[in-house]
């Protein structure tokens, strides 16, 4: 079975600084998505960024980008210029790929993110 | 921008009564989900369903759980029996067919059984 892991459960960065958090995953599949959801405290699940496992591209979104390490089943976010309502809980989610078993999420524990003026 | 509309957006119940939480997922998706999250921890799988029937469920989906899709906006899950562990926050998610893989979530239903 596939897991992940998000090994910061806190983390803090000031203000138009950059921040790196990290995930890790187990998998066998050879194609798989990875996500990173950001929770605000109003608890909306908003979709910050994906990674198809099969480009060797990393994702860029504006102002986050991946690193996505497929040897090593990493997947870090990285956040430049960082700004206040960038403070949230930050949580990287799996997902099997075509001929997946299985098309759910699943999901880290998470890291929380504050940002200091 | 199309979004995932959930209701209501907080149930307070007692034990051993019927909820019913409601989703309007994004109109031409066709895959929807409802996963939970008990406070301070992760999110996690209820069940997917797809052209009308169920496509997988995680074992927390047990016999108190159903879900429908009663007409062609909507799709509920309804807990028969809440129990007080059943206290979380439960989200809705849709999906379009194709190629993006992603899952879009309502602002979520917070349930709590006293």
């Known amino acids: 079975a596939q897991t992940v892991t998000q090994s910061q459960p806190e983390m803090s960065v000031q203000e138009a600084e950059t921040v790196t958090l990290s995930c890790t995953y187990d998998?066998?599949?050879?194609?798989?998505?990875l996500f990173w959801y950001k929770q605000p405290p109003s608890r909306q699940m908003i979709l910050v960024i994906r990674?198809?496992?099969?480009?060797?591209q990393n994702a860029t979104e504006n102002r986050f980008s991946v690193n996505f390490q497929k040897a090593a089943k990493s997947f870090s976010l990285k956040i430049s210029d960082s700004q206040l309502g960038d403070a949230a809980m930050y949580f990287c989610?799996?997902?099997?790929?075509?001929?997946?078993?299985?098309?759910?999420?699943?999901f880290g524990t998470g890291t929380l993110l504050a940002v200091q003026p | 921008e199309p979004e995932v509309t959930q209701t209501p957006s907080h149930q307070v119940t007692q034990m051993g009564q019927e909820v019913i939480l409601r989703c309007v997922p994004i109109?031409?998706?066709?895959?929807f989900y409802w996963y939970r999250q008990i406070l301070g921890q992760k999110v996690e799988f209820l069940v997917s369903?797809?052209?009308?029937?169920?496509?997988?469920k995680s074992e927390i989906f047990d016999d108190q759980f159903s879900v429908e899709r009663p007409d062609g906006s909507n799709f509920t899950l309804k807990i028969r029996s809440t129990k007080l562990e059943d206290s979380a926050m439960y989200f809705c998610?849709?999906?379009?067919?194709?190629?993006?893989?992603?899952?879009?979530f309502g602002p979520g239903t917070r349930l709590t059984v006293t």
């Open positions: 369903f797809y052209n009308n029937e169920i496509s997988e």
């Open positions: 109109s031409n998706h066709l895959y």
């Open positions: 998998t066998s599949e050879s194609d798989y998505y």
């Open positions: 989610a799996y997902r099997s790929g075509d001929g997946g078993a299985t098309n759910k999420l699943i």
């Open positions: 998610a849709s999906e379009a067919a194709g190629q993006s893989y992603e899952q879009y």
């Open positions: 990674q198809e496992a099969y480009k060797q």
